[in-house]
Structures are given as structure tokens and as C-alpha cells.
């Protein structure tokens, strides 16, 4: 089974921290977006990856290469972002005739029973209720959950099903058929050629795709999302074990995730807090937070907060969003 991940958005709703660092590389549970996706891909059976990359495609492509030195991959270049379904027409040269794929959206972290999904002969879309559909593409499914329609950002959804991003094409030809069809003759939603456009052509041309329920989807496009995400990973990937003891004067609350060769002292830290490598916490309390490698955190009470890599941040009590390379110090008096 070959997997397509496309990696190429800028990530605008998690600024400032995707100018310096693509969405997908940023941690979550002490692990990147991308590397849960990668390792459950590879887990269901995948062998093969096609990666679409563009803005900070290179630190994609790097961290793949490094992490994952065995696995067959090739990455292909979006110049010109034009949508989802300009993104995956451009792997047509990577999918042999006749070959099955599975598109797995870059920034979604996702549990379910996808190795059912990967051995089955039917294609078939990953779908999840949510309250408001109206910001997903939205399918509706008859009694026997066989897709009927799909359609992109319904102003009025006729249903509450949203396609999460997980698509398993059988039929893959007729895929790119279609996606030729609709660039060709420019025909755009919300201005983008959307996959989903693509797939209901196909529907209409008479190939069945079925739904398949996911158990938990994280979509960690915003900073909220990814905060209530890293706290349920942490739960799930490190019960409360005391393995971390040693760092001088201070507390450490479970669940957190703290990374190699960081330094706490005099600090409570958690929970639910991930901490990347060599981060130095001084008198601070940190809790409900994300924060990136080589960080400096001193004399701060950080919550609810993400806080890139490269930072130093002191002073006073905060709630927090920080890109990379930055420097503040709330410590100083303006009297």
C-alpha cells in the first residue's frame, strides 16, 4: 500500500510558530504531527510514501529522511498552492496503474481500525460526526453507510458526517482522471481544487466509496486543539510512572513528556506538559503547555501556552504563543 501525505499548507492558524516550522513538525507528546502519522502508516502495512511538499518542504523532507532511514519515500514539490487536489494530482507519476493509495492529511492525528480499512477491496473515506460541519467537507451515507455525496464547506451541511482525511482509493486511475478533469477545466470551490470535488465526480461516474468510522481525530490546526491534544496523548503514551526524578528542587505533576538533556530547577512542571531537548526551566511553574527545543524558561508561570524553539522568556505569569528564535523578558518595571 502506498501512503500520500500532503505537507505542503503554510499553517497560518498556528502563526507564528509555522513561520520557522512546519505544521506537521511541530511536537505534540513529545513526538511531531508527522511522526504519529507515520508510524500508525506504517503499523497498518504502508511500505511506500509519497510526500507533497512546499513552504519549509526541505525541514519535511529532512526530518523524514533522519527519522525514517529505511522507508521507501519520494517527495514532490507544490510551487503553487492551488488546494488539496492540485496537491495530490501532482503524485500521478509516483502511482503505478491499477495501484491502491492512502491519503492521510499532514496535520491530523487520527485512531482507528485502518488496517480493516487498507485490506479491504472497497474504497472508502474516514468519517467522524462533529457539531459543525460546515468548516470540513461534509458526506452524506445512505442505511448501509455507502457514501452518496460529498461536498466541500456546505454553507447548509445536509449532514453532521465530516470527512477527516483519511482516504483509501482503490480505484486510483479514475482518481487522477478526475482531478485532470477538474483542472482542466478550472473548475474551483472556494477558489482551490478540492479532492473532494474529484471524489464526487467519481461517485457520480459510479465507483462506490464506503464510509469507515474513526475513533478519535485530532486536528491540530489551532492552538487550543493542539493543547487539548497533547494532554489526551499524554494521558494515553505516559501514565503516571515517576520516571522523571533528579531535577533539582522541583515537582514533577504527571503526565508530561520531557525530552533529553533538559535542565529544571527550583520548578513545578505539569501536568500535561512537553518539553523538546536541552530546554532550560528555572523558578517556573509550567502547566497545560508545549514548549520547543533549546528553550529558556526563567522566573515565568507559563499555562495554556505554546512556545517555539530557540526562546527565552522570563518574568511574571502568562498565557502564551511564541515562534521560534524569540526573546522576552516580562520581569522588567515600567514604573
Known amino acids: 500500500m502506498?501512503?500520500?501525505?500532503?505537507?505542503?499548507?503554510?499553517?497560518?492558524?498556528?502563526?507564528p510558530h509555522t513561520y520557522s516550522q512546519p505544521k506537521p513538525l511541530i511536537p505534540v507528546a513529545g513526538k511531531p504531527i508527522l511522526g504519529f502519522i507515520i508510524d500508525r502508516l506504517v503499523k497498518a502495512g504502508c511500505?511506500?510514501?509519497?510526500?507533497?511538499?512546499?513552504?519549509?518542504?526541505e525541514k519535511i523532507e529532512a526530518f523524514v529522511r533522519e527519522t525514517y532511514p529505511d522507508l521507501t519515500t519520494r517527495f514532490v514539490i507544490q510551487n503553487k498552492r492551488e488546494g488539496?487536489?492540485?496537491a495530490i494530482y501532482l503524485t500521478k507519476d509516483y502511482v503505478t496503474k491499477g495501484e491502491d493509495i492512502f491519503i492521510v492529511l499532514g496535520d491530523t492525528i487520527f485512531e482507528g481500525d485502518i488496517e480493516s480499512v487498507i485490506q479491504s477491496t472497497d474504497s472508502a473515506l474516514g468519517l467522524k460526526r462533529v457539531d459543525d460541519p460546515r468548516d470540513f467537507g461534509v458526506a452524506e451515507v445512505d442505511e448501509a453507510f455507502n457514501i452518496i455525496r460529498v461536498i466541500e464547506k456546505p454553507t447548509i451541511p445536509k449532514s453532521n458526517l465530516a470527512l477527516v482525511g483519511l482516504y483509501k482509493i482503490k480505484e486510483s486511475e479514475q482518481l487522477f482522471a478526475a482531478l485532470e478533469q477538474i483542472i482542466k477545466h478550472e473548475f474551483k470551490t472556494q477558489g482551490e481544487y478540492h479532492l473532494t470535488d474529484a471524489i464526487m465526480l467519481m461517485i457520480q461516474r459510479g465507483i462506490s466509496f464506503r464510509g469507515f468510522k474513526i475513533q478519535n481525530w485530532y486536528d491540530c490546526g489551532k492552538k487550543d486543539i493542539l493543547l487539548e491534544t497533547n494532554a489526551i496523548l499524554l494521558k494515553k503514551l505516559?501514565?503516571?510512572?515517576?520516571?522523571?526524578?533528579?531535577?533539582q528542587n522541583s515537582i514533577i505533576v504527571e503526565p508530561v513528556s520531557i525530552a533529553a538533556n533538559c535542565e529544571i530547577k527550583n520548578s513545578i512542571i505539569g501536568p500535561n506538559v512537553t518539553l523538546g531537548e536541552n530546554t532550560t526551566v528555572n523558578?517556573?511553574?509550567v502547566r497545560n503547555s508545549i514548549i520547543g527545543n533549546d528553550a529558556t524558561i526563567d522566573d515565568v508561570v507559563l499555562h495554556d501556552?505554546?512556545?517555539?524553539?530557540?526562546?527565552?522568556?522570563?518574568?511574571l505569569s502568562q498565557s502564551l504563543n511564541i515562534g521560534d528564535n524569540t526573546e522576552i523578558d516580562l520581569s522588567q518595571s515600567f514604573d
Not at 2 to 15: D, E, N, Q, S, Y
Not at 238 to 247: A, I, K, Q, V
Not at 305 to 313: C, E, N, P, W, Y
Open 238 to 247: 505516559n501514565p503516571e510512572t515517576s520516571r522523571y526524578s533528579g531535577f
Open 305 to 315: 501556552s505554546v512556545i517555539g524553539s530557540d526562546t527565552f522568556i522570563k518574568g
Open 283 to 285: 523558578y517556573a511553574i
Open 2 to 15: 502506498k501512503a500520500i501525505i500532503p505537507v505542503a499548507g503554510v499553517g497560518t492558524r498556528l502563526r
Open 84 to 86: 488539496l487536489g492540485h
Open 47 to 57: 511500505t511506500e510514501f509519497v510526500f507533497v511538499i512546499g513552504y519549509l518542504g
